[in-house]
């Protein structure tokens, strides 16, 4: 069954520091979303993509914040100079492109950043 | 605004006891709610969507317009049910994100 893969599954970086974090999608599918997690809080919003372009985005997808889709099968999200509040566990998840659809996301494994 | 709550963080049932997992939210237009399940380790998973109706792993949700509720039953609960158990609803903008709840940990005693 094919799954949505991120990498690195951890990352460890220095406040400042650019990173770019790794998802391949399900290969079929159209919707694409970062989700974010701070140990202990909930699975928080922060972007969502279709047809190239930022379709929504959430308070916390600042300017430091950019997605891209660079070659029709990764979809990354690169935060520019990272900040210690960075560190979360970050999903990225895909969705089918059928109108009206099921809705359902399916995710992957998360990739934890850790800012030092 | 769109808005799910958990009030429980920690569930704790003994093997073959009944469970209820809380999930309420608001939303002013017509909801569509999912349950998630991260079992340790492992990536969340869709449970279940009260669009389908359907019982899996012996799991059910009702949606409940009047209390705005959507909460998770299962008449007799397993060790292996053991996890953490999210509530969400898919937000009706362009992109069609989820907006979580808190999520509650379920844990099953022998």
């Keep these: 069954e094919p799954e949505v893969t991120q990498t690195p599954s951890h990352q460890v970086t220095q406040m400042g520091q650019e990173v770019i974090l790794r998802c391949v999608p399900i290969s079929n599918h159209l919707y694409f979303y970062w989700y974010r997690q701070i140990l202990g ?20 997808f600042d300017d430091q914040f950019s997605v891209e889709r660079p070659d029709g099968s990764n979809f990354t999200l690169k935060i520019r100079s990272t900040k210690l509040e960075d560190s979360a566990m970050y999903f990225c998840a895909s969705r089918g492109g059928l109108a009206g659809g099921t809705g359902e996301q399916f995710f992957g494994p998360g990739t934890r950043l850790t800012v030092l | 605004a769109q808005r799910v709550t958990q009030p429980e963080k920690l569930l704790s049932v003994f093997k073959g006891a009944p469970v209820e997992l809380k999930c309420n939210y608001s939303y002013s237009g017509s909801p569509e709610l999912f349950w998630y399940v991260q079992y340790s380790r492992q990536r969340l998973q869709l449970l279940l969507r009260h669009i389908s109706r359907e019982s899996i792993k012996g799991f059910t949700a009702d949606l409940n317009k009047g209390e705005t509720s959507f909460h998770l039953k299962k008449p007799f609960a397993q060790e292996e049910d053991s996890a953490m158990y999210y509530c969400a609803l898919r937000a009706y903008n362009y ?13 099953v005693l022998p």
């Design chain 1, 41 to 60: 809080q909930k699975v928080e919003f922060l972007v969502s993509f279709y047809n190239n372009e930022i379709s929504e985005k959430s308070e916390i």
């Design chain 2, 95 to 107: 992109g069609q994100n989820f907006v979580f709840g808190p999520g509650t940990r379920l844990s």
